[in-house]
């Protein structure tokens, strides 16, 4: 009973951290690191630089060389661990149950089960047959490591030694004669030196691998969540859309059932696309799951050759496609066929009709769970580029536009218009010809120590007088990204502090039917710097406010 508890550790504590085996004539440094002295007295023999003698574990350094001496206590620890590792082990039948499980090759009748295998002899041995390699000095050379099979796969069949080389450039396992051989001036590493590399970079997809799970359930519990606002928001629009139809006139019954229809129909669209979308992410993320439990299984394997030799089929197997491009829109609403019917029910009923057409599909296909994913890179914003031009017969009269009306400056002075009833009286702003919907992009180039704001309007903003009903970004027309020492957004004359600062390239994208408008910094990434979220209820117009000091010029795609 003493002597168990007394040997109740772990095995690493009584192994070598140079040979990573249990201690062999176990040696103590002045440090009190404990090595075999096999490995001790190697490592000084051939590491040692101008006389000094260095910990293999600490580098605490030692001058002169420490005599070492057999640690006899520790010695029997590591006797008393080995024969109770003997005890425990479970012999081996013939027949094997397990693939696994190696043989030792010198026992002649019942095979007990192997617990090391030698590089040297290439031969696998239990625990009885293993002692004369732990204490005959004729074996202290020997490389001992996890028992394991096909040992005759680690010896190169050209010399007819060791492999214990990896060529990085031929990918290739070889010897220490290879490397004289064909193998000269090619990229190389030690096997070990090869694992920790691959190992490190298993961990990183390991890494990647369990974000992925975390987006993907992320993504399951939004798609879950929007199904039940779907739903709900269904069930309620068509609860609603019914009560007000009821109070309509009998001749118009029949559209009640046709609004019913609608949102019964895009809420069963929508919901078979969620469980689609539900079944491809829940069985990418068990597939995700299992290759992360086969990356796990391969991490601790001991055998760096095996590892090595699997290692680029679970590289290729670890790449997969990824879903998880997607927006989930977690604001589901029939809210604007509700608003759209109760205006439909204040007027007569013989123009019922008429305004139905307009209102009811549009309102209905609006309603979108699954969101169009919005653009990442600068290429793929560019895939929705729009080329704009100024409009002159908007352009207040203190500015003036150059570069085929893609440059708008304060001119110093005032530059003689024409008069127009859409020029800008008071305010140094300027509007574009073209309107942007759907789905579209554009840059702006701005100068730094100048004062610029970057809009967009409805074309209908007031342009006579002071008001800020005529001011970019002071009214519910327009939306405005001031740019200057700070930055600011601006709507309806409130204003959103912006912490950080921009590039002198600003692109602006817009989604017109999901109502969202963004404003990015352009460099070598695209960085956010605000976007909102509304409802645009008619086209808008890109324009510049600019001071006296400010100049904004609209880009090509390709500058």
Same mark, same amino acid.
């Given at each position: 009973?003493?002597?168990?508890?007394?040997?109740?550790?772990?095995h690493?504590?009584?192994?070598?951290s =140079?040979?990573?085996?249990?201690?062999?004539d176990p040696?103590?440094?002045?440090?009190?690191?404990?090595?075999?002295?096999v490995?001790?007295?190697?490592?000084?023999d051939?590491?040692?630089?101008?006389?000094?003698?260095?910990?293999?574990?600490?580098?605490?350094?030692?001058?002169?060389?420490?005599?070492?001496?057999?640690?006899?206590?520790?010695?029997?620890?590591?006797?008393?661990?080995?024969?109770?590792?003997?005890?425990?082990? #479970?012999?081996? /039948?013939?027949?094997?149950? #397990?693939? !696994?499980?190696?043989?030792?090759? =010198?026992?002649?009748?019942?095979?007990?089960?192997?617990?090391k295998?030698?590089?040297?002899?290439?031969?696998?041995?239990?625990?009885?047959?293993l002692?004369?390699?732990?204490?005959?000095?004729?074996?202290?050379?020997?490389?001992?490591?996890?028992?394991?099979?096909?040992?005759?796969?680690?010896?190169c069949?050209?010399?007819?030694?060791?492999?214990? =080389?990896?060529?990085r450039?031929?990918h290739k396992?070889? %010897?220490?004669?290879?490397?004289?051989g064909?193998?000269?001036?090619?990229?190389?590493?030690?096997?070990?030196?090869?694992?920790?590399?691959?190992?490190?970079q298993?961990?990183?997809?390991?890494?990647?691998?369990?974000?992925?799970?975390?987006?993907?359930?992320?993504?399951? $519990?939004? @798609?879950? $969540?929007?199904? !039940?606002?779907?739903?709900?928001?269904?069930?309620?629009?068509?609860?609603?859309?019914?009560?007000?139809?009821?109070?309509?006139?009998?001749? @118009?019954?029949?559209? %009640?059932?046709?609004?019913?229809q609608?949102?019964?129909?895009?809420?069963?669209?929508?919901?078979d696309?969620a469980?689609?979308l539900?079944q491809?992410?829940?069985q990418? @993320?068990?597939?995700?799951?299992?290759?992360?439990?086969?990356?796990?299984?391969?991490?601790?394997?001991?055998?760096?050759?095996?590892f090595? $030799?699997?290692?680029?089929?679970? #590289?290729?197997?670890?790449?997969?496609?990824?879903t998880?491009?997607?927006?989930?829109?977690?604001?589901?609403?029939?809210?604007?066929v509700?608003?759209?019917?109760?205006?439909?029910?204040?007027?007569?009923? !013989?123009?019922?009709?008429?305004?139905?057409?307009?209102?009811?599909?549009?309102?209905?296909?609006?309603?979108?769970?699954?969101?169009?994913?919005e653009?990442?890179?600068?290429?793929?914003?560019?895939?929705?580029?729009?080329?704009?031009?100024?409009d002159? #017969?908007?352009?207040?009269?203190?500015?003036?536009?150059?570069?085929?009306?893609?440059?708008?400056?304060?001119s110093?002075?005032?530059t003689?218009?024409?008069?127009?009833?859409?020029?800008?009286?008071?305010?140094?702003?300027?509007?574009?010809?073209?309107?942007?919907?759907?789905?579209?992009?554009?840059?702006?180039?701005? /100068?730094?120590?100048?004062?610029?704001?970057? /809009?967009v309007?409805?074309?209908? =903003?007031?342009?006579?007088?002071?008001?800020n009903? %005529?001011?970019?970004?002071?009214?519910?027309?327009?939306?405005?990204?001031?740019?200057?020492?700070?930055?600011?957004?601006?709507?309806?004359?409130?204003?959103?502090? @912006?912490?950080? *600062?921009?590039?002198?390239?600003?692109?602006?994208?817009?989604d017109?039917?999901?109502g969202?408008?963004?404003?990015?910094?352009?460099?070598?990434?695209?960085?956010l710097?605000?976007?909102?979220?509304?409802?645009?209820?008619?086209? *808008?117009?890109?324009?510049?406010?600019?001071?006296?000091?400010?100049?904004?010029?609209?880009?090509y795609?390709?500058?």
């Amino acid at each position: 009973m003493a002597e168990d508890s007394s040997i109740s550790v772990d095995h690493l504590q009584f192994s070598c951290s =140079i040979c990573l085996d249990l201690l062999k004539d176990p040696v103590t440094t002045p440090c009190g690191h404990s090595f075999c002295m096999v490995c001790l007295n190697d490592f000084w023999d051939h590491g040692t630089q101008r006389g000094l003698y260095s910990c293999p574990q600490c580098r605490e350094t030692f001058m002169p060389r420490p005599l070492l001496r057999r640690n006899n206590v520790m010695a029997e620890v590591v006797d008393k661990l080995k024969r109770k590792d003997l005890k425990s082990a #479970s012999p081996v /039948s013939n027949s094997s149950e #397990s693939g !696994d499980v190696v043989e030792c090759d =010198i026992c002649s009748e019942s095979k007990d089960k192997a617990t090391k295998s030698c590089l040297v002899c290439l031969a696998s041995f239990c625990e009885t047959h293993l002692k004369p390699h732990y204490e005959s000095p004729a074996f202290k050379k020997h490389k001992l490591v996890q028992a394991c099979k096909h040992l005759q796969d680690k010896i190169c069949p050209r010399h007819d030694k060791l492999v214990e =080389i990896y060529c990085r450039t031929d990918h290739k396992f070889i %010897c220490s004669l290879c490397m004289l051989g064909g193998h000269r001036g090619h990229d190389t590493a030690s096997v070990a030196a090869q694992r920790i590399e691959k190992q490190s970079q298993m961990k990183e997809m390991q890494r990647k691998s369990q974000l992925r799970i975390q987006e993907k359930e992320k993504k399951v $519990q939004d @798609i879950k $969540q929007a199904v !039940d606002t779907l739903k709900r928001s269904a069930q309620a629009a068509v609860e609603e859309s019914e009560r007000m139809f009821t109070e309509l006139l009998l001749s @118009i019954e029949q559209k %009640c059932s046709e609004v019913t229809q609608l949102i019964r129909a895009k809420e069963k669209t929508e919901l078979d696309q969620a469980e689609g979308l539900l079944q491809k992410l829940e069985q990418e @993320i068990a597939d995700l799951k299992k290759k992360n439990c086969d990356l796990e299984e391969y991490s601790y394997t001991e055998d760096h050759i095996h590892f090595l $030799q699997n290692f680029q089929s679970l #590289s290729a197997a670890f790449k997969a496609n990824d879903t998880t491009r997607m927006t989930i829109n977690q604001n589901l609403s029939f809210e604007g066929v509700r608003k759209s019917l109760s205006e439909m029910k204040e007027r007569l009923a !013989d123009f019922c009709k008429e305004e139905f057409g307009k209102i009811s599909p549009y309102a209905v296909a609006k309603v979108q769970m699954v969101l169009p994913f919005e653009p990442k890179t600068r290429d793929e914003f560019l895939q929705y580029f729009c080329h704009l031009s100024l409009d002159p #017969s908007t352009a207040n009269e203190a500015l003036w536009l150059s570069e085929n009306n893609r440059k708008v400056t304060r001119s110093g002075g005032l530059t003689p218009h024409p008069y127009h009833p859409e020029r800008f009286e008071a305010y140094g702003q300027v509007l574009c010809k073209e309107s942007v919907s759907g789905r579209s992009y554009w840059e702006v180039e701005w /100068s730094r120590g100048g004062w610029v704001y970057i /809009s967009v309007s409805y074309r209908g =903003i007031s342009r006579k007088g002071r008001g800020n009903e %005529c001011w970019f970004g002071h009214n519910n027309q327009s939306w405005s990204l001031e740019c200057s020492s700070a930055l600011s957004f601006w709507h309806n004359n409130i204003q959103t502090k @912006i912490p950080g *600062l921009s590039s002198s390239r600003i692109g602006v994208y817009l989604d017109h039917p999901m109502g969202t408008l963004s404003f990015y910094s352009v460099s070598d990434t695209m960085t956010l710097l605000h976007r909102i979220q509304t409802t645009f209820t008619e086209p *808008l117009y890109p324009g510049f406010w600019v001071n006296a000091l400010a100049s904004a010029k609209l880009c090509y795609s390709l500058e």
